[in-house]
């Protein structure tokens, strides 16, 4: 959740973000959501809120966080490389960019 922090405050200092699943325990300060956070739904709206920590004076409204989780890649193990070793030292050259297609499997 704090990897948004950034975005929303836009270089403020002094401001203290609070996220929440509701507007209204957004609005009241209630039930406050922390990392890590396991979404219900996908995707999910988050709801921030932003408080001045001098003033104590808040927003809750104006910001809303859009949660996707994306799928975990699932690869595919690739067919073998080989190369022949002409001149018997050991080492050959291997394009590894060969088998990207392969792995990713179309993700």
């Known amino acids: ?12 200092t002094g401001i203290s ?5 509701t507007q209204a325990d957004a609005d009241n300060g209630t039930n406050s959501i922390t ?3 396991t979404n219900i739904v996908n995707p999910q709206t988050i709801f921030v809120r932003a408080t001045n920590d001098v003033t104590g ?3 809750s409204t104006t910001a809303t966080i859009l949660l996707r989780v994306n799928p975990i890649p699932s690869p595919t193990a690739p067919m073998d ?4 070793d002409d001149d018997n030292d050991g080492f050959a050259s291997f394009d590894l960019e060969e088998r990207t297609l392969e ?3 179309g993700e």
């Open 17 to 21: 973000l609070t996220y929440y699943e």
């Open 81 to 84: 490389l080989e190369e022949c």
């Open 1 to 12: 959740l704090e990897d948004a922090s950034d975005e929303i405050l836009n270089g403020q």
């Open 57 to 59: 004076c808040f927003v």
């Open 103 to 105: 792995i990713i499997g």
């Open 35 to 37: 990392s890590p956070y």
